[in-house]
């Protein structure tokens, strides 16, 4: 080790490039409200994607600014517990100490290769729980003692904006009918209820959230109600939800990630996890926008798994990908994907345009219908957790990705993401009501990704899945683009009756030309499913429907996309 090494500086520096960048986010998250003030959506869809990618670049500076102040032996990763020892006494006393591990871990893989991590050097495990202490509330609370409508009317005192609210009296007995609506009787009785909010509003795409809960002495319901700003008319109240699972949806791992001022993020995920007990702790953190830190979670969920269970991995249930090879821990909610070495010949991409499509997805607005996905290199796992048949198949089909080092293997790049039910197989054991919704849905979601500029590409049924919830969302993403670099096209008409006989197309095709009068018996092998997708989504076989939704885009419209249900009106 050297003379002097400097520990405490370097543990400094980290720390001083953690700061850094929480400080930018605070200001991009801070923007939030006068964007929604002010109805500035594009604005709020470049914030959303500056976000996202703050966190890389800020490491990277970091690193840099490490490796200029400090030389190579100083640096050596044999010296690194003492700086891990001198960043613990550093982040003990902070509101976001747990974030502040995870972009140290950030910094050490940006210096060291990812055969050099130990929890030694690192924290691969949390130094936190045991140090938490109890810290201020940041949540407002409301007894309507009998009084619902004077409850509702301080609450919206409270949470004001520089726009009026468009029709306030109105909303609110709205508000209180659904209220009443929602919850039995006697509840609205009890002399105990309250209502707990969260003090920070929640702002994501074109809309604003309180978030919270409504509680008695015995029971609670989770609680969320939307706000809309209608540009030229106000701000409107939309709903009122207390169904655990459309709360759930509004949390939803196919979103983008809220925009929310968080002073302890430790205290605003646990009060979550309170309402909305089925959502994983790593969902919920990345809900809010430290995906990082919902990373490293979901890492220390997946070691603890394997740990404690027999679990084995096994090849994920499906067709099998062309480009893709998916694997999967039944136990554990999660699959596993893995670029192929070699795709099927009728695939025109490569390694690296998989890597910038998957890559594309993080940073794009997510309107609910394509899955967040986690990126991670050089996972190792024992041996012992691999079923014989998946490890073979992971071997002959990506063998520069996938190797067995002794009793490890190692897998060298992947991406995660939440385990679905293929569409393709919920339907063949799908009940007639339950085919009907779940193509409706279907439908649904390629126009909402549509509205969002995401053209999926490949759009058979094996690329959708079906969530717990029974919503239809997209992840294959090796195909896609932007809607708008898509060129529509009508079939032409055949110039001569050997046109029409032909077995090739009579007209030349460019690489981006899409025809969807294509599309129906490309996606439906099934002559009755064909038929019922007709009657309900029709329009998407044709070319000027597509046109008519790039001409609002490139005009600067966002369309509205609801991540809730709204009464009388046909969303998700």
Same mark, same amino acid.
């Given at each position: 080790?050297?003379? @002097?090494?400097?520990?405490?500086?370097?543990?400094?520096?980290?720390?001083? &490039?953690?700061?850094?960048?929480?400080?930018?986010?605070?200001?991009? #998250?801070?923007? *939030?409200?006068?964007?929604?003030?002010?109805?500035?959506?594009?604005?709020?869809?470049?914030?959303?994607?500056?976000?996202?990618?703050?966190?890389?670049?800020?490491?990277?500076?970091?690193?840099?600014?490490?490796?200029?102040?400090?030389?190579?032996? #100083?640096?050596?990763?044999?010296?690194?517990?003492?700086?891990?020892?001198?960043?613990?006494?550093?982040?003990?006393?902070?509101?976001?100490?747990?974030?502040?591990?995870?972009?140290?871990?950030?910094?050490?893989?940006?210096?060291?290769?990812?055969?050099?991590? +130990?929890?030694?050097?690192?924290?691969? @495990?949390?130094?936190?729980?045991?140090?938490?202490?109890?810290?201020?509330?940041?949540?407002?609370?409301?007894?309507?003692?009998?009084?619902?409508?004077?409850?509702? !009317?301080?609450?919206?005192? $409270?949470?004001?904006?520089?726009?009026?609210?468009?029709?306030?009296? &109105?909303?609110?007995?709205?508000?209180?009918?659904?209220?009443?609506?929602?919850?039995? $009787?006697?509840?609205?009785?009890?002399?105990?209820?309250?209502?707990?909010?969260?003090?920070?509003?929640?702002?994501?795409?074109?809309?604003?959230?309180?978030? &919270?809960?409504?509680?008695?002495?015995?029971?609670?319901?989770?609680?969320?109600?939307?706000?809309? @700003?209608?540009?030229?008319?106000?701000?409107?109240?939309?709903?009122?939800?207390?169904?655990?699972?459309?709360?759930?949806?509004?949390?939803?791992?196919?979103?983008?990630?809220?925009?929310?001022?968080?002073?302890?993020?430790?205290?605003?995920?646990?009060?979550?996890?309170?309402?909305?007990?089925?959502?994983?702790? *790593?969902?919920?953190? #990345?809900?809010?926008?430290?995906?990082?830190? &919902?990373?490293?979670?979901?890492?220390?969920?997946?070691?603890?798994?394997?740990?404690?269970?027999?679990?084995?991995?096994?090849? *994920?249930?499906?067709?099998?990908?062309?480009?893709?090879?998916?694997?999967?821990?039944?136990?554990?909610?999660?699959?596993?994907?893995?670029?192929?070495?070699?795709? +099927?010949?009728?695939?025109?991409?490569?390694?690296?345009?998989?890597?910038?499509?998957?890559?594309? !997805?993080?940073?794009?607005?997510?309107?609910?219908?394509?899955? $967040?996905?986690?990126?991670?290199?050089?996972?190792?796992?024992?041996?012992?957790?691999?079923?014989?048949?998946?490890?073979?198949?992971?071997?002959?089909?990506?063998?520069?990705?996938?190797?067995?080092?002794?009793?490890?293997?190692?897998?060298? @790049?992947?991406?995660?993401?939440?385990?679905?039910?293929?569409?393709?197989?919920?339907?063949?054991?799908?009940?007639?009501?339950?085919?009907?919704?779940?193509?409706?849905?279907?439908?649904?979601?390629?126009?909402?990704?549509?509205?969002?500029?995401?053209?999926?590409?490949?759009?058979?049924?094996?690329?959708?899945?079906?969530?717990?919830?029974?919503? !239809?969302?997209?992840?294959?993403? $090796?195909?896609?683009?932007?809607?708008? %670099?898509?060129?529509?096209?009508?079939?032409?008409?055949?110039?001569?009756? %050997?046109?029409?006989?032909?077995?090739?197309?009579?007209?030349?095709?460019?690489?981006?030309?899409?025809?969807?009068?294509?599309?129906?018996?490309?996606?439906?092998?099934?002559?009755?499913?064909?038929?019922?997708?007709?009657?309900?989504?029709?329009?998407?076989?044709?070319?000027?429907?597509?046109?008519?939704?790039?001409?609002?885009?490139?005009?600067?419209?966002?369309?509205?996309?609801?991540?809730?249900?709204?009464?009388?009106?046909?969303?998700?």
């Amino acid at each position: 080790m050297p003379q @002097h090494w400097p520990a405490a500086d370097i543990a400094r520096l980290i720390l001083d &490039g953690f700061d850094d960048y929480r400080e930018h986010f605070r200001q991009i #998250t801070d923007g *939030a409200r006068a964007r929604f003030e002010q109805a500035l959506w594009q604005e709020t869809q470049v914030a959303s994607a500056a976000r996202i990618n703050l966190y890389e670049e800020k490491v990277s500076e970091t690193v840099e600014r490490l490796r200029i102040a400090f030389d190579s032996d #100083t640096l050596d990763v044999s010296c690194w517990p003492l700086v891990k020892n001198a960043y613990i006494s550093l982040i003990d006393l902070r509101f976001d100490d747990e974030l502040s591990e995870t972009w140290y871990n950030s910094i050490f893989c940006g210096l060291f290769s990812h055969d050099l991590i +130990s929890d030694g050097c690192m924290f691969i @495990h949390t130094t936190r729980p045991s140090l938490r202490r109890a810290r201020a509330a940041q949540t407002r609370t409301y007894k309507p003692q009998g009084q619902l409508s004077g409850m509702l !009317v301080s609450i919206f005192a $409270d949470y004001r904006f520089s726009e009026e609210y468009a029709d306030l009296p &109105g909303d609110l007995r709205r508000l209180e009918a659904q209220l009443r609506e929602n919850l039995p $009787d006697w509840v609205c009785k009890d002399p105990d209820l309250s209502v707990e909010l969260f003090s920070s509003v929640l702002y994501r795409n074109k809309g604003a959230y309180l978030v &919270g809960r409504i509680y008695t002495a015995d029971e609670q319901w989770p609680l969320a109600i939307p706000l809309l @700003h209608r540009e030229g008319r106000g701000i409107q109240i939309d709903a009122l939800i207390t169904d655990e699972a459309d709360v759930s949806i509004i949390f939803s791992f196919t979103r983008s990630y809220f925009m929310v001022d968080v002073p302890v993020p430790a205290e605003f995920i646990g009060f979550l996890r309170r309402i909305l007990p089925g959502k994983h702790i *790593a969902e919920l953190y #990345t809900s809010i926008g430290f995906y990082k830190h &919902g990373k490293s979670e979901f890492y220390r969920a997946l070691i603890n798994h394997l740990a404690n269970t027999d679990d084995q991995f096994i090849m *994920a249930p499906g067709v099998r990908g062309m480009v893709m090879t998916v694997f999967t821990l039944p136990g554990f909610n999660t699959v596993f994907k893995i670029i192929k070495d070699r795709f +099927s010949p009728s695939k025109n991409v490569d390694r690296a345009t998989v890597i910038e499509k998957y890559r594309l !997805v993080k940073s794009v607005d997510r309107v609910g219908r394509m899955a $967040d996905t986690q990126e991670f290199a050089d996972f190792r796992f024992p041996l012992s957790k691999f079923d014989p048949a998946c490890l073979e198949e992971l071997l002959e089909v990506a063998p520069s990705t996938v190797s067995v080092e002794g009793d490890t293997v190692l897998i060298r @790049h992947c991406w995660t993401e939440r385990r679905m039910t293929p569409l393709n197989l919920y339907l063949e054991n799908a009940s007639e009501a339950q085919v009907r919704e779940a193509l409706e849905d279907y439908g649904l979601a390629i126009k909402q990704l549509a509205a969002a500029n995401i053209f999926p590409g490949d759009m058979l049924l094996k690329n959708f899945g079906v969530t717990r919830h029974g919503r !239809v969302v997209f992840y294959d993403y $090796d195909e896609i683009c932007f809607l708008t %670099e898509a060129n529509f096209r009508h079939i032409p008409a055949p110039r001569t009756p %050997e046109d029409e006989m032909a077995s090739e197309p009579w007209y030349s095709i460019g690489p981006l030309d899409v025809f969807p009068e294509e599309f129906p018996p490309f996606l439906f092998a099934d002559a009755g499913q064909r038929r019922l997708f007709d009657q309900l989504h029709g329009e998407l076989y044709n070319a000027d429907y597509w046109k008519s939704l790039q001409e609002a885009i490139r005009a600067g419209k966002v369309i509205d996309v609801f991540p809730y249900r709204r009464k009388g009106l046909d969303n998700e």
